[in-house]
């Protein structure tokens, strides 16, 4: 079984900017997959949620919300049948000229969807309708490839994502950047076991930490310091970099000179052109 690659950070930030210019519907189906994947959640657990709450401070925007019906609930036995499992989604993403997350919540706010008992309702076409039932994650392949391709994205290549890659995409990114250790990288992708699930689907604390750290790594990859697309030999050279140059020194001219620049191309962040230092 092939697993759904995870998203480029080219993508998201692509989404990002198509959430924020397209309508309301769009706005709105395509801010709960931009959710799903700041919050590694699964599709199915989030599209069951109930209403979102954005809480603002400073320079960090946060989504809140909790599900009584998450895919895990049996692992944390049977104290957990009856307790919701919360789920936090930073607002900031890559894209820096406007707020995703705003702009999801306004939309939501137009088509009235807090009315429904969960956050994403399925969405008829035929009708343009909302429907009374949540969106499944069937669908919810449907629209995110559609919304990839509205954002840029070849039909080629957005027929390789599923909802999967939503939950995939930043625990993909916390591994290779090396800033969260596997326990922490559970908790962010909702994984519990029999030591860790009752503490932790109480506490939206301990997922207020790994927001903490996902911004940083967020932060690293809008600045251009952190590429989570590149290859493994470009992220070691990247990080070893410094200490190259400092037992390098100056190299000889050469074939060593040229691998060494070779080196300093290759690690170069791809974004740091298309995305804003701020």
Not at 27 to 44: N, Q, T, V
Not at 121 to 137: F, I, K, V, Y
């Amino acid at each position: 079984l092939k697993q759904a690659p995870p998203l480029t950070a080219d993508a998201l930030y692509a989404l990002e900017k198509h959430v924020c210019e397209c309508n309301d519907v769009e706005a709105c189906i395509g801010g709960f997959m931009i959710f799903c994947l700041l919050a590694s959640a699964r599709f199915a657990d989030a599209a069951r949620a109930e209403t979102v709450h954005l809480d603002m401070s400073g320079h960090i925007s946060l989504l809140e919300t909790s599900s009584m019906k998450f895919k895990t609930a049996h692992t944390a036995g049977k104290e957990a049948r009856n307790v919701a499992l919360p789920m936090l989604a930073l607002g900031n993403g890559l894209y820096e000229k406007d707020s995703w997350a705003w702009t999801w919540i306004r939309a939501r706010k137009r088509q009235k969807m807090d009315h429904f008992k969960f956050l994403m309702p399925a969405w008829n076409e035929e009708t343009s309708q909302w429907l009374n039932r949540p969106m499944t994650s069937g669908e919810g392949v449907y629209f995110l490839r559609e919304l990839l391709c509205n954002s840029g994205m070849s039909e080629a290549q957005a027929a390789s994502y599923s909802t999967h890659t939503l939950k995939a995409t930043a625990l993909s990114w916390a591994a290779t950047s090396g800033a969260m250790s596997i326990d922490e990288r559970r908790i962010m992708g909702h994984h519990f076991d029999s030591r860790l699930a009752m503490p932790l689907i109480y506490s939206r604390d301990a997922l207020a930490e790994i927001q903490t750290k996902l911004w940083r790594i967020l932060d690293s990859i809008r600045k251009g310091y952190f590429d989570p697309d590149a290859t493994r030999a470009a992220r070691i050279a990247a990080q070893t970099l410094q200490d190259a140059e400092h037992v390098v020194g100056t190299p000889p001219k050469g074939r060593i000179q040229t691998l060494f620049l070779k080196t300093k191309i290759l690690v170069k962040p791809k974004l740091a052109t298309c995305v804003s230092t701020g």
